[in-house]
């Protein structure tokens, strides 16, 4: 299990080469398959600024590191839009506000959101809906 929170910042570098890509800025999600999508970077020498998680092959403490410069291209692979979840408002499908996003719990290896932690609670990331500008949606207890 890896948190959104803890991944902001990482390096990312490539397995093939040990080049450095830049730092993690971002995730963005797949919202409707509830999976981290994407990576958003900063500070890359090649100004790359996204790359599809697909390209990944491991998140650890220190490091994020993709399979190759070729995998890392975003061309290949078209990512969702992009927002922001952490700060994000929190709503249910059936209008009820839950809070804020305080930070994303997902697999390291296949990206799949395990917990949304918010200021009201934990969700399970299996609610996941949609993500927007407005605001996260998850799908109300049943």
Do not use: N
Not at 5 to 14: A, E, N
Not at 78 to 103: F, I, Y
């Amino acid at each position: 299990m890896m948190l959104f929170s803890r991944t902001i910042g990482l390096p990312v570098i490539t397995g093939d080469d040990a080049t450095s890509l830049g730092t993690v800025r971002d995730l963005t999600l797949d919202a409707a398959g509830a999976v981290v999508a994407g990576v958003r970077l900063s500070g890359g020498p090649d100004r790359t600024d996204a790359l599809p998680w697909t390209a990944v092959a491991a998140v650890g403490p220190d490091a994020l590191i993709v399979r190759s410069r070729h995998a890392a291209d975003p061309e290949q692979t078209p990512l969702p839009a992009h927002h922001s979840p952490l700060g994000s408002r929190v709503l249910t499908d059936l209008g009820t506000e839950h809070g804020t996003v305080q930070d994303i719990a997902f697999d390291a290896a296949s990206g799949r959101v395990l917990t949304l932690y918010t200021a009201l609670g934990d969700i399970p990331g299996a609610r996941l809906l949609g993500l927007g500008s407005y605001a996260l949606v998850v799908r109300a207890q049943p």
